[in-house]
Nanobody
């Protein structure tokens, strides 16, 4: 069982930055690929960024590539999402996810997630 708790959301002006954190419970955190997803108002949940068991295995949605960076600290049971150059279209509830994969590589589909956090709101004003 893995429990996830996001923090770091808030209101920011366009062009600004935020860093989201996702703290995980349990000693098995280091065995799970992790991901960040978001759900804009009235839309479906979508992939933002993912990280596998090695830091070199990362992936990003085209809409955030070059602006967002995902990282993990297994010693602190935490995964981060650094968001720079934020745009109004980044406004959404952001969710942390953990999903077991035999390959240990990151996942893009919400259906691949075994555990979800409760979400944190990010609002970017123009």
């Amino acid at each position: 069982q893995v429990q996830l708790l996001e923090s770091g959301g808030g209101l920011v002006q366009a062009g600004g930055s935020l860093r989201l954190s996702c703290a995980a419970s349990g000693r098995t955190f280091g065995r799970y690929p992790m991901g960040w997803f978001r759900q804009p108002p009235g839309k479906e949940r979508e992939f933002v960024a993912g990280i596998g068991l090695s830091d070199g295995n990362t992936g990003y949605a085209d809409s955030v590539k070059g602006r967002f960076t995902i990282s993990r600290d297994n010693g602190k049971n935490t995964v981060y999402l650094q968001m720079n150059s934020l745009k109004p279209e980044d406004t959404a509830v952001y969710y942390c996810a953990a999903g077991w994969r035999d390959s240990g590589r990151y996942f893009r589909s919400p259906r691949s997630s075994d555990y979800w956090g409760q979400g944190t709101q990010v609002t970017v004003s123009s």
